[in-house]
T-cell receptor, first 114, second 115 residues
C-alpha cells in the first residue's frame, strides 16, 4: 500500500536557524511530490512540487526540497526561519497509477522560538 | 481572482441535525474533494468528484453525503448518522483528466462544532 510518513509531529527551532522537515514515502510506482503549508485556521497552500527534472526544487517563502529516489524521501528545508513560518506543513504524493489521488502525510508543526 | 470559497467559516449544529457545508470554485477545475481534519491526524478524504453528476466515497464517507450538480459546486452534508462531526472541513479542487500531476487548491475551511 502507498503511504507518506512525516517523521516529526513537531519541530521546534529558534528564529533565524535552519530547519529540515522530513518526509518519506512508500509506493510501488513513481510519484509526484508536493509540500503544502497550513497557517492556523486556514486552508492549505502549495509550497512547492516535484514533477520531473532537477531533484532540487525551490518554492515560495524561501523553502526548498530535494527529491531522493533511492531513499524515497522529499525533505523540506529553509536556511533561516522567521516567526511567520510558524505553521503546519504537509507532505503529499500522487502515485502515477490510474487513481492519481493525493496521499497525505500526517503533518509537521513548525514552532519558531524567539 | 479565481479561488475556492467555503461557507460558513464557523458552523454550529445541534445533535440530530443535518447540516450542509458549501464549497464553490471558479477555477474551472474538474475534480473536487472534501477532507476532514482533526488535531494531529492530517487530512482524511471524505468524498471526491471527478466530473459533474459523479462522485466516489473516500476513506471516511460514513455519515456524510454530497452532490455534484454543477461543475462549480460540491456541497457536503453532515448527517445525524455522523457520530463525531466536530472537525475542520476542507474543500479542494484540481484540474483532472489527462493532466494527472496537478496539485490541489484549497478553500479556507469550515469549522463545525456540536452544541
Amino acid at each position: 500500500a502507498q503511504s507518506v510518513t512525516q517523521l516529526d509531529s513537531q519541530v521546534p527551532v529558534f528564529e533565524e536557524a535552519p530547519v529540515e522537515l522530513r518526509c518519506n514515502y512508500s509506493s510501488s510506482v513513481s510519484v509526484y511530490l508536493f509540500w503544502y503549508v497550513q497557517y492556523p485556521n486556514q486552508g492549505l497552500q502549495l509550497l512547492l512540487k516535484y514533477l520531473s527534472g532537477s531533484t532540487l526544487v525551490k518554492g515560495i517563502n524561501g523553502f526548498e526540497a530535494e527529491f531522493n529516489k533511492s531513499q524515497t524521501s522529499f525533505h523540506l528545508r529553509k536556511p533561516s526561519v522567521h516567526i511567520s513560518d510558524t505553521a503546519e506543513y504537509f507532505c503529499a504524493v500522487i502515485p502515477m497509477d490510474s487513481n492519481y489521488q493525493l496521499i497525505w502525510g500526517a503533518g509537521t508543526k513548525l514552532i519558531i522560538k524567539p | 481572482d479565481g479561488g475556492i470559497t467555503q461557507s460558513p467559516k464557523y458552523l454550529f449544529r445541534k445533535e440530530g441535525q443535518n447540516v450542509t457545508l458549501s464549497c464553490e470554485q471558479n477555477l474551472n477545475h474538474d475534480a473536487m474533494y472534501w477532507y476532514r481534519q482533526d488535531p494531529g491526524q492530517g487530512l482524511r478524504l471524505i468524498y471526491y468528484s471527478q466530473i459533474v453528476n459523479d462522485f466516489q466515497k473516500g476513506d471516511i464517507a460514513e455519515g456524510y453525503s454530497v452532490s455534484r450538480e454543477k461543475k462549480e459546486s460540491f456541497p457536503l452534508t453532515v448527517t445525524s448518522a455522523q457520530k463525531n462531526p466536530t472537525a475542520f472541513y476542507l474543500c479542494a479542487s484540481r484540474r483532472a483528466g489527462e493532466v494527472s500531476n496537478q496539485p490541489q487548491h484549497f478553500g479556507d475551511g469550515t469549522r463545525l462544532s456540536i452544541l
